[in-house]
């Protein structure tokens, strides 16, 4: 069974930077499209960033130029850098697979940016 782990999240100014780490277990994923999503309260999960098995990436419209998709297939990991942080990124943030039918959601990881 896919079990996915968020970790990275946290509390920071904004202005800051955290880097997001996603381990996936029982499965290899080279072959897959990855991806990052967000729920914030009250709001619809969104996707975020989301990178192709040979590397090709694209962005929502909001992290453009503040955040980085980036995955190290060798172990099985995926990652979010993001930049310039502001408050309106404050979300529980999950890795998935970036098409097709979602894997078990993990439990996310809280970023909290405050102003």
């Known amino acids: 069974q896919v079990q996915l782990v968020e970790s990275g999240g946290g509390l920071v100014q904004a202005g800051g930077s955290l880097r997001l780490s996603c381990a996936a277990s029982?499965?290899?994923?080279?072959?897959?499209?990855m991806a990052w999503y967000r729920q914030a309260p009250g709001k619809q999960r969104e996707l975020v960033a989301r990178i192709t098995r040979d590397g090709t990436t694209n962005y929502g419209d909001s992290v453009k130029g503040r955040f980085a998709i980036s995955r190290y297939d060798a172990k099985n990991t995926v990652y979010l850098q993001m930049n310039s942080l502001k408050p309106e990124d404050t979300a529980v943030y999950y890795c998935?697979?970036?098409?097709?039918?979602?894997?078990?959601w993990g439990q996310g990881t809280q970023v909290t940016v405050s102003s």
């Open positions: 998935n697979v970036g098409r097709g039918t979602p894997w078990n």
């Open positions: 029982g499965i290899i994923f080279s072959g897959k499209t």
